[in-house]
C-alpha cells in the first residue's frame, strides 16, 4: 500500500459515497460510520450485497499491522479470533492524498452491557467461557489484545458468543500496550505494569464485566486495589465470580485457560446440585426410574445447567 510523505489530513467519508481501491478496484458504498478511534475510522458498507466493516486511516503503517493480526487470526485452526480479512487496498480521496484501508467481516449483535441487562446475569459465564477460549488461542499465538473493553466487543447471534471487532491494541508479548482505555488499563489502577503480556487482558476482562455494572465507570481513589475490591464485592451477585474476578485483578491468574476452567468447574457443580435436589423432590422410587432420562435433563436445567449445555454443544 502506499505511503505518502506529506502529512495528510483526518478523513470523512460520507453516508453514501463510494470507496474504491486504488489497486483491486473494489467499490464499497458506504451505509453509516461504525465508530472512530485514534488509529482511524470504521464504516458500515456494503459490497455485492453484503455488509462489511471498512477501516480507513491516515496511518498506512498501523493499518498495515492490523491487517498482519488478522492475517495471523486466520491461520488459528478451530477458533474465529475476531473478523475475518475481505481486503486491502488505498483510496485516493477527494482531497488528493492517499489513504490505506482494509476491509473486514461485519459482525452484526449486541452491546454486551445490553445482552446482559436484557437477559439476564446468568448468560455471563457462558459467554466467558467462550471468551477466554479465544483469548487462550490469541496469546498462544504471541499476541496480547491490549485495548479489550466493552466498546471493542459484540455479542453474535446465531449462537450467542462474545466477540472482539477491532484490533487496533493487539500487540506482540513483551512488547510495550500500544492503546489502552484508562478504566480497563492495569497500570492505571496501579495493579501491574503496561507489557503486553496475559495477564494485561485478564485484567481487563474483569474491568469489562465491572463495567456491565457500573456503566459511568468510578474513580480509582487513594486505594485503587481497594475501591476495585469494593466494587466487585457491591456488583456481583455470585460469589464464585466475585473471587474469580478478585484473582484476575490481582494478577493471581497467568492464562485465559484459567479462567474458562474455572468458571467450567462452577458451572458443572451447580448442575450437579440442582440435580440432587430435583432428585429429592421425586415423590416415590417408581416415579424416578420411569422418568426418562432426556426429559430428566430439562427438567433439572437451572440457569447454569443451560450453560453447561450451550457450553457443551456450541464451543
Request: net charge positive; hydrophobic share 35%.
Given at each position: ?18 470507496v ?16 472512530s ?12 450485497n ?5 477501516k ?18 486466520k491461520?488459528?485452526q ?30 452484526s449483535?449486541d ?41 471493542n ?12 471487532v ?8 513483551g ?23 496475559p ?23 487513594n ?8 466494587k ?9 465470580l ?16 484459567e ?22 423432590l ?17 427438567s ?10 450451550y457450553v457443551?454443544?456450541?464451543?
Amino acid at each position: 500500500m502506499n505511503t505518502q510523505t506529506l502529512k495528510k489530513p483526518d478523513i470523512h467519508i460520507s453516508k453514501g459515497q463510494t470507496v474504491t481501491g486504488k489497486w483491486h478496484k473494489k467499490s464499497y458504498h458506504v451505509v453509516k460510520e461504525l465508530g472512530s478511534g485514534a488509529i482511524g475510522t470504521v464504516y458500515l458498507c456494503v459490497y455485492q450485497n453484503v455488509q462489511v466493516a471498512l477501516k480507513v486511516s491516515k496511518q498506512s503503517h498501523s493499518i498495515t499491522s492490523e491487517v498482519n493480526v488478522l492475517k495471523a487470526f486466520k491461520k488459528v485452526q478451530g477458533h474465529s479470533l475476531g473478523p475475518s480479512l475481505i481486503d486491502t487496498d488505498d483510496y485516493i480521496a477527494p482531497n488528493g492524498y492517499v489513504y490505506s484501508f482494509y476491509v473486514m467481516e461485519y459482525i452484526s449483535g449486541d452491546d454486551l452491557p445490553d445482552f446482559i441487562n436484557r437477559n439476564g446475569q446468568e448468560w455471563l459465564i457462558t459467554l466467558l467461557i467462550g471468551f477466554a477460549k479465544d483469548l487462550q488461542a490469541l496469546h498462544d499465538q504471541g499476541y496480547v489484545f491490549g485495548d479489550l473493553k466493552t466498546d471493542n466487543l459484540i455479542v453474535s447471534r446465531r449462537p450467542a458468543k462474545l466477540k472482539w471487532v477491532d484490533v487496533g491494541g493487539t500487540t506482540l508479548q513483551g512488547r510495550a500496550i500500544k492503546e489502552y482505555t484508562e478504566f480497563y488499563d492495569r497500570a492505571y489502577w496501579q495493579m501491574g505494569t503496561r507489557k503486553a503480556d496475559p495477564g494485561y487482558d485478564l485484567f481487563a476482562l474483569a474491568m469489562v464485566v465491572l463495567r456491565i455494572f457500573y456503566p459511568d465507570g468510578f474513580s480509582k481513589g487513594n486505594n485503587p486495589r481497594k475501591t476495585l475490591n469494593q466494587k466487585i464485592q457491591l456488583a456481583i451477585r455470585s460469589e464464585s465470580l466475585k473471587k474469580l474476578l478478585i484473582k484476575m485483578i490481582n494478577g493471581e491468574m497467568n492464562e485465559a485457560i484459567e479462567v474458562k476452567d474455572y468458571l467450567l468447574e462452577d458451572v458443572m457443580k451447580q448442575t450437579h446440585h440442582t440435580h440432587v435436589r430435583q432428585k429429592r423432590l421425586v415423590p416415590d422410587k417408581q416415579t424416578e426410574t420411569s422418568y426418562h432420562p432426556f426429559l430428566e435433563v430439562f427438567s433439572i436445567l437451572s440457569v447454569s445447567g443451560l450453560c453447561y449445555m450451550y457450553v457443551t454443544l456450541f464451543l
